[in-house]
């Protein structure tokens, strides 16, 4: 296989994907065999037929960002450098959804960003950003942000933190992942559709992942993706979960016994530091709730 071209795929939506090649082409390509294996982000080999083309072979991954529930699993990107979720303070965000993005970027050691747009809204966002104070004790970086109102600073500060990285953006609906793709990248949804038509999905672009270079060297790059709505993590062990919440995971080497849970065993070091009506906990009530519920319902499928 010495004679096998190189590229990156930029593009997927179902078993089609866009590769593109060192000197800037793209190249609509196939999996070989049934299953699709390639995602956004993936370095490939492939072979030239006709105007299209056949991957052949994946290189490996540095990572690889998913989630799974009971039916399927959806890979959202491979190889980044950070994952940044993009929440706002209206509409109000889910911090159910957040902890999950989290955990799962944790689980492949996968730096992650929260960017807290709308702080123009002044109310909303005292009480958005007062809700994120146990991330930014975490020492997770929490970025404000108020793109349609400070959209040129908010750039600069956006490409510093970003450069020579690839960062794929996630964020529920309104949050104003558009505006921050196409404040990075003028002309990138317009180019998202031109690629959809390419893969024969039609208008559906929300469906597909999509690359974006930010620079014209090709250092920075960006990743769209759809699917924050729902993340399952069925792909977490239930007694690796700790370790992937690190507010948790601080303290769970105090426990006397090596296979707490954390929820309700004599000797426990995570449930003395959780805050309380009367006490104050470098843990709080809110993430430990989370805790349990992720717990119960990872325990539950695996013994139905």
Request: charged letters at 25%.
């Amino acid at each position: 296989m010495a004679d096998l071209d190189v590229g990156i795929v930029i593009a997927s939506h179902g078993r089609h994907c866009v590769v593109e090649t060192p000197d800037g082409e793209q190249v609509i390509c196939h999996p070989r065999g049934k299953k699709s294996q390639a995602v956004v982000g993936d370095r490939v080999r492939w072979q030239a037929s006709e105007d299209e083309g056949t991957i052949e072979r994946v290189e490996t991954r540095r990572n690889l960002f998913y989630r799974q529930d009971e039916i399927r699993t959806k890979s959202f990107a491979a190889n980044l450098d950070h994952v940044l979720i993009l929440i706002a303070a209206e509409p109000e965000f889910s911090e159910h959804q957040l902890a999950r993005a989290l955990i799962a970027a944790e689980a492949e050691r996968i730096a992650p960003i929260i960017a807290l747009n709308k702080s123009d809204l002044i109310g909303p966002f005292e009480r958005a950003w007062a809700r994120l104070a146990p991330y930014r004790r975490m020492h997770h970086g929490v970025l404000p942000l108020s793109l349609k109102a400070s959209g040129e600073v908010d750039r600069a500060s956006l490409l510093k933190l970003l450069a020579g990285k690839t960062t794929l953006v996630l964020g529920p609906s309104g949050a104003g992942k558009s505006t921050l793709i196409n404040l990075l990248v003028p002309g990138a949804l317009a180019q998202t559709g031109e690629i959809s038509k390419a893969l024969n999905s039609g208008k559906h672009t929300t469906t597909s992942t999509s690359w974006y270079w930010v620079d014209k060297a090709g250092e920075t790059a960006l990743i769209d993706s759809p699917g924050f709505q729902e993340f399952g993590l069925n792909h977490i062990e239930p007694m690796r979960l700790a370790s992937l919440m690190p507010d948790i995971g601080e303290h769970a080497s105090n426990c006397k016994f090596y296979n707490c849970t954390h929820l309700h065993e004599p000797g426990c070091g995570v449930i003395p530091q959780v805050e309380t009506a009367t006490q104050d906990g470098p843990i709080s009530a809110t993430r430990y709730r989370i805790y349990g519920e992720l717990f119960a319902e990872l325990s539950q499928r695996r013994f139905p």
